[in-house]
């Protein structure tokens, strides 16, 4: 079922945001006065960005992160060498505590971590309350342990900071979470093996005011950097990294977090670039280069029957290559919740599978899916100025739920040729109420 409509519809809920700000708000716009307002040219249509269009306040992180660096006190320097740290391949993880322990008891301190040296980490968690203005500064590499018995207490996490505010971790360093030994138990590289979570690398829980540059993160044994239910986050100038074919290794995955900026960022990985999942709100990703991997997800969402909350979530100049998604919104059946408010603009795609896609029909597991009667709500989406080219036959699907259709969304200045000269690109568009088109859109549906 679709409500279909080229030019003529009576009024349109057009989200506004702003890359500089973390308040989402809706305003009624006619089709004519969105078409006046319009001034870059793409195709056949002119498009001006969202994030020029509109200005909204921000919540002021790097204030407060300029703030505490501009201290009228000195900063105290704290050395992981100077607490016994030998980057010699034996484990320094006592002198990692007893160096943060110095460290986040001091006012304005610097936790350094050498370059030019290896360190060998078992699992920590950096914990706080610390004193304000503290940084970590990563120079070196910190590598992980391989042996599973070390991560016994917890196997789902390596290196945690937790309980952390106005803290800011940036360097040139690189932290490898030594994966290879765990993607080759996963389930998903062995079918006859069991399915096992893995540790994600590096993980921030419950922070405020959270500044996180600079840093490599490579080869994860599952995903890369989370931030859970953290408020007021800017990461930029991450390199993410593993191989194509490791499993799980979700480069940057946000859960249960408000207020995060993600930009300025590389990530090549085998599974999605970003991953952003529910209680997630006020999230912009700008400037992000992905690929390989899955390209950039909000979801899943609504797993095992679970409510799932997505809202305001603004993705702008990406550029993905060679994956197996491009901007996606996965759910399970028979979810609840919504993911709403939700705009992708500026993204070029090349070579890539399923470039534009809503799959209300998600199903990651070896048996099928049975078919539920209820959804997680799929509200109030815009693509916007989105061009290349596609490997698949269908470059926008659209596989929302019979029970609970997709609502409100709007194609506008769509440009998705076939990768093959042979193919003729399509488009899938199924069980949507209101689906809104601007300027031109190929392929269109039908």
Avoid at 41 to 64: I, M, Q, Y
Avoid at 262 to 279: N, P, Q
Avoid at 286 to 291: A, N, P, V
């Amino acid at each position: 079922m679709i409500l279909y409509s080229h030019f003529v519809v009576p009024v349109l809920c057009i989200l506004l945001v702003s890359t500089s700000a973390f308040s989402f708000s809706f305003t009624t716009l006619l089709p004519d006065q969105l078409r006046r307002s319009t001034t870059i040219n793409h195709g056949h249509h002119a498009v001006e960005p969202a994030h020029k269009t509109f200005g909204l306040p921000s919540f002021g992180l790097s204030t407060r992160l300029a703030a505490g660096r501009r201290s009228s006190s000195s900063p105290k320097t704290v050395n992981v060498d100077d607490f016994g740290a030998k980057a010699d391949g034996t484990d320094d993880s006592k002198a990692f505590k007893a160096a943060w322990n110095e460290a986040c008891a001091s006012k304005n301190a610097v936790l350094v971590v050498p370059k030019n040296r290896i360190y060998h980490l078992k699992p920590l968690t950096f914990l706080g309350p610390c004193s304000s203005g503290f940084t970590m500064q990563i120079d070196g590499t910190i590598k992980a342990s391989n042996k599973p018995a070390d991560y016994s207490a917890d196997p789902r996490h390596w290196l945690q900071f937790v309980n952390l505010e106005n803290f800011n971790v940036r360097g040139a360093g690189t932290i490898n979470g030594n994966g290879k030994i765990w993607w080759r138990k996963s389930c998903k590289i062995n079918k006859s093996l069991p399915c096992k979570d893995a540790p994600t690398a590096i993980t921030f829980l419950n922070c405020k005011n959270l500044g996180v540059s600079g840093i490599r993160s490579k080869n994860a044994q599952q995903m890369h950097i989370t931030f859970q239910k953290c408020v007021n986050v800017k990461a930029w100038n991450l390199v993410v990294f593993a191989p194509g074919n490791s499993p799980n290794t979700d480069g940057i995955h946000v859960t249960g977090t408000q207020n995060i900026s993600i930009m300025s960022s590389v990530i090549r990985t085998g599974d999605d670039c970003i991953s952003i999942v529910s209680g997630s709100r006020n999230v912009i990703v700008r400037d992000i280069i992905c690929g390989p991997g899955h390209g950039i997800s909000i979801g899943s969402l609504g797993k095992g029957k679970s409510e799932a909350i997505v809202s305001d979530v603004f993705v702008s100049r990406a550029r993905l290559t060679g994956t197996t998604n491009g901007v996606r919104i996965k759910t399970w059946q028979g979810g609840s919740g919504y993911a709403k408010n939700i705009v992708f603009e500026n993204i070029v795609m090349n070579n890539v599978s399923n470039p534009i896609i809503i799959d209300q029909n998600y199903c990651d597991q070896k048996t099928a899916c049975k078919k539920q009667g209820s959804a997680v709500q799929v509200q109030n989406v815009m693509y916007r100025n989105i061009q290349g080219t596609s490997a698949s036959e269908k470059a926008i699907k659209f596989d929302c739920s019979n029970s609970l259709p997709c609502k409100q969304i709007v194609l506008q200045s769509i440009n998705l040729a076939s990768v093959s000269a042979k193919d003729k690109e399509a488009a899938s568009c199924a069980n949507i109420k209101g689906l809104s088109t601007f300027g031109r859109v190929s392929p269109h549906c039908s």
